[in-house]
């Protein structure tokens, strides 16, 4: 699996966007960019994934630059339950194959 | 309905010891992994099962023995227990092929070990 580069901590305002970066200039054609988080004390938890087109679902928007190198996951309206670890992870889609987590970026969402 | 659920939650025991920590997952997926989450928070993979079968052990010590009677359920079995096997287990499920998340994984809420 190609490996990611994130920033490991960020603050975000309550009810602004958050825009968490991650950057993954070795991933293949195959793989797959994915999102999950880990809120404190909890199983890490799905929440998006993304091949080349930007991608939406009812927690986050993925944005997928042209070249596939980097990825942003948007937060559109942060709340204090997002305070968590996200981790961006790049891996071909195929069940049984493991997800590898790296260190993540701690975001701290707050009043 | 509690997805992928692991017992026990805590666990608390003597080094040299023999433990268990069992997992079932109600998803109908079939499978399952074995995660471990150390003191720095790093989250690595240590065993999957697809369908009973082992497909994936990641150098992890003979010690840990993980068992599957089913596609339900893998279970983790830890003979002589060191101080460094501390750590928060968490099992996963996913399911192969599909529409929607399929691949996906789906982990329980972790099993917390403390070896004294």
């Known amino acids: 699996d190609a490996k990611t580069t994130q920033p490991p901590s960020m603050d975000c305002a309550e009810g602004r966007a958050a825009n968490l970066p991650c950057n993954h200039s070795t991933i293949s054609g195959n793989e797959y960019v994915y999102w999950y988080r880990q809120i404190h004390s909890q199983g890490p938890q799905y929440i998006i994934h993304?091949?080349?087109n930007n991608e939406t679902n009812e927690m986050a928007s993925l944005i997928i630059t042209e070249d596939r190198k980097s990825s942003t996951l948007i937060l559109p309206h942060a709340t204090l339950r997002d305070t968590a670890v996200y981790y961006c992870i790049v891996r071909v889609r195929a069940a049984g194959n493991k997800l590898t987590f790296g260190g993540g970026t701690r975001v701290l969402v707050k009043p | 309905d509690t997805a992928v659920s692991q017992t026990p939650k805590y666990l608390v025991t003597q080094m040299g010891n023999d433990k268990s920590i069992k997992c079932e997952q109600n998803?109908?997926?079939?499978?399952m992994y074995w995660y471990k989450q150390d003191s720095k928070k790093f989250l690595k993979i240590m065993f999957s099962y697809n369908n009973k079968e082992l497909i994936i052990n990641e150098t992890v010590p003979n010690r840990f023995s993980p068992k599957s009677p089913d596609k339900a359920h893998l279970n983790l079995h830890i003979n002589s227990l060191e101080l460094g096997d501390s750590a928060v287990y968490f099992c996963?499920?996913?399911?192969?092929?599909?529409?929607?998340?399929?691949?996906?994984?789906?982990f329980g809420e972790g099993s917390r070990l403390t070896v004294l």
């Open positions: 993304g091949l080349k």
């Open positions: 998803l109908g997926h079939d499978t």
């Open positions: 996963a499920s996913s399911q192969a092929g599909g529409r929607g998340l399929a691949g996906e994984l789906f």
